[in-house]
């Protein structure tokens, strides 16, 4: 009996353990099997996208733009250091276009038909650590860290911004991010003046940004983005000689999700 007690306590005692070895493991797992790609060559991968920027000025009309559309790629070579893409994209009401892409760093760095630059986009088919962070450690649910962006981006000027783990599904290496972040100044390449309409009247106004602040959930599959979303918003003046200063509240937002390639 005084056996068969002990072996019972053995067998608990061994259960458990693996019980907490494959739990740690499921919790706690190296950020680089979630977010770092592993892509074949040949294999094909696609997205379909929106970006809307909307500017609400108080006493006249509110002006907005929308683009959206779909980008196919196929990889030509899955090098980690050196990652090269043959795409194909489709925005609506444009004509369609292709060119190699080669995304370099680990995805920092970005070149489209051989001119290279720091990948500043808001979104895109995979994990970009100049936006995210170094994909380094161990990660788990509630795991966050902070992020300095160095530079103005698609949605956002420098700043600072913080990552936090949602979700985690080890059995399909899949992770949800949110991020979160403020800074000041203009975003990358965005258009320091705009044309207001006030009265059925058309007017050139200087923008002046205020602060802005974005926040957006993203889930990663080996790297690869399967959704996106993230929203930006900031208070802003419109100046000009005939309208004077308008204050206005600026707001610019992306989707992006993972899709079935198909012919474009």
Not at 29 to 49: E, H, M, R, S, T
Request: include cysteine; hydrophobic fraction near 35%.
């Amino acid at each position: 009996m005084k056996y068969f007690s002990s072996l019972m306590v053995l067998i608990l005692l061994v259960s458990a353990s693996f019980l907490f070895a494959a739990n740690s493991s499921s919790r706690d797992l190296d950020a680089g099997i979630y977010l770092v790609p592993k892509l074949q060559v040949g294999q094909i991968l696609g997205n379909i996208f929106s970006r809307t920027v909307s500017y609400a000025p108080e006493g006249a009309d509110e002006a907005v733009w929308r683009a959206s559309g779909t980008a196919i790629y196929t990889v030509v070579d899955n090098s980690p250091a050196n990652l090269v893409l043959d795409g194909h994209f489709r925005y609506d009401g444009r004509p369609q276009s292709t060119g190699k892409t080669e995304i370099k760093e680990g995805g920092k760095t970005l070149c489209y038909r051989g001119k290279c630059g720091l990948n500043t986009d808001a979104s895109g088919p995979l994990y970009n650590p100049f936006l995210w962070g170094d994909a380094k450690g161990s990660i788990r649910e509630s795991t966050n860290w902070e992020v300095s962006i160095g530079e103005s981006w698609e949605l956002g000027p420098a700043g600072k911004e913080m990552v936090t783990v949602l979700l985690v599904d080890p059995k399909n290496h899949s992770v949800t991010l949110k991020r979160e972040g403020t800074g000041e100044g203009y975003f990358g390449d965005e258009a320091k003046q705009i044309h207001l309409t006030k009265d059925g009247k058309s007017y050139l106004v200087d923008v002046v940004p205020g602060k802005a602040h974005w926040i957006g959930y993203t889930t990663f599959r080996e790297g690869l983005v399967m959704n996106d979303e993230l929203l930006v918003d900031r208070q802003v003046n419109l100046t000009s000689k005939e309208l004077g200063n308008i204050q206005a509240l600026q707001r610019e937002y992306i989707l992006l999700n993972a899709m079935p390639p198909h012919s474009q």
